[in-house]
């Protein structure tokens, strides 16, 4: 079964308008982390936002937020005030504390930021 | 200054050889990662090492090996190449891990490994 599911292969969005990019995850583990990474077309990864699954805040980093749904399973990135540099590969990813350290990814979202 | 750094950038090589890439962290991070990253896109992690703790995804053959001298270095060693190794390979490192506090991470570069 997949552990992390993004359901949006590709997505578009206006520049300077927000964009959410969709994760929901499957656990049994009670304490995981939730991660969020950016994959420009240069390559490289960079790290973006990390949600426990004990915080009782929603995550931010800058324009990033991380919209955490427990109930759901869910935890979907928003991106505020799109820019063009926001055009990557987004990949969401699930560790699980207490087995193993279980890290997994899901497939990935490509974003593209229209002018 | 380069947070995480990874060498060679690329690497080329015939099947059968035995090949390493190096990673630097140059935070004071106790943990230290390996992913894969196929042409597919698809990531999968390859191991973590934490407080000499290695921590081994089970899905890794056991070609591959990473070892670390020391703290700042996390270091893969591959064995008997195979045409399927062929990846981008990513190095990270990450804070110490507080009980539900905050983590980052950062990546190196990646290191393009193409097997002939």
């Known amino acids: 079964a997949q552990k992390i599911t993004q359901t949006q292969p590709g997505m578009f969005v206006q520049e300077k308008e927000a964009v959410t990019l969709d994760c929901t995850y499957d656990?049994?583990?009670?304490?995981?982390?939730l991660f969020w990474y950016k994959q420009p077309s240069s390559g490289e990864m960079i790290f973006l936002i990390y949600q426990g699954s004990y915080d009782q805040q929603n995550a931010t980093e800058g324009r990033y937020s991380l919209n955490f749904q427990k109930a759901r399973k869910s935890a979907n990135l928003v991106i505020s005030a799109s820019q063009l540099g926001d055009s990557a590969m987004y990949f969401c990813a699930m560790r699980e504390d207490n087995y193993g350290q279980n890290f997994v990814f899901g497939p990935g979202t490509r974003l593209s930021v229209l002018p | 200054d380069t947070a995480v750094s990874q060498t060679p950038k690329y690497l080329v090589t015939q099947m059968g050889n035995d090949k390493s890439i190096k990673c630097e962290q140059n935070l004071g991070h106790d943990t230290m990662y390996w992913y894969k990253q196929d042409s597919k896109k698809f990531l999968k992690i390859m191991f973590s090492y934490n407080n000499k703790e290695l921590i081994i995804n089970e899905t890794v053959p056991n070609r591959f090996s990473p070892k670390s001298p020391d703290k700042a270095h996390l270091n893969l060693h591959i064995n008997s190449l195979e045409l399927g190794d062929s990846a981008v390979y990513f190095c990270?490192?990450?804070?110490?891990?507080?009980?539900?506090?905050?983590?980052?991470?950062?990546f190196g570069p990646g290191t393009r490994l193409l097997v002939l």
């Open positions: 656990t049994s583990d009670p304490s995981y982390g």
């Open positions: 990270a490192s990450s804070q110490p891990r507080q009980w539900r506090g905050k983590e980052t991470q950062y």
